[in-house]
């Protein structure tokens, strides 16, 4: 497993105050047949979120990376209360677990809402992995077992 140092002064504060992040990447589909998806070489920063049902990308990227909306509104309640959500279609490259995952995601205005987060890892990517969260020693690692399917619907 590879443990993740966060930004800060001492490791237990930092991992309270940030809580344990990841860099990401995003991809949007293909826009046509025989074309690939496109990561966009972005250095995005996610929370690993251990409280979210789904993972979700904030609304205003999404909308920047032209991520298409797949399906009807979401509705849920999140941190920042109610949502309705479109759900978009994309892939995200979470680089710190050498893992893409494809699929789904809730667009929500995390950016909107003072969050310094560009994205939420959710439980529906979580529990293909094993997580580890030490506040002792302001600590955390994950690993994400291989596996042909990392596709999400």
């Given amino acids: 497993m590879r443990t993740i140092d966060l930004p800060g002064e001492e ?9 344990p992040v990841a860099q990401i ?15 966009h070489g972005g250095n ?3 929370l690993i979120d251990t409280g979210a049902r789904m993972s979700c990308v904030d609304s205003g990227l999404a909308e920047r990376l032209n991520l298409p909306i797949v399906g009807s509104p ?5 941190a920042t209360g109610p949502f309705n959500s479109d759900p978009v279609l994309g ?5 710190d677990f050498d893992t893409v995952v494809y699929g789904r995601f809730l667009a929500l ?3 909107e809402h003072d969050q310094p987060y560009h994205a939420l890892i959710g439980r529906d990517i979580l529990r293909r992995g094993k997580f580890t969260y030490d ?6 690692s994950m690993k994400i077992e291989p596996t042909d399917d990392y596709n999400r619907s």
């Fill in 11 to 19: 490791q237990p504060n930092s991992l309270e105050e940030w809580g």
């Fill in 25 to 39: 990447d995003i991809a949007h589909g293909p826009q046509g047949i025989g074309q690939s998806f496109q990561f």
């Fill in 44 to 46: 995005y920063v996610a």
């Fill in 74 to 78: 979401i509705e849920g309640v999140g």
């Fill in 91 to 95: 892939r995200i490259h979470i680089e």
């Fill in 109 to 111: 205005p995390l950016v």
């Fill in 135 to 140: 506040g002792v020693t302001g600590s955390w």
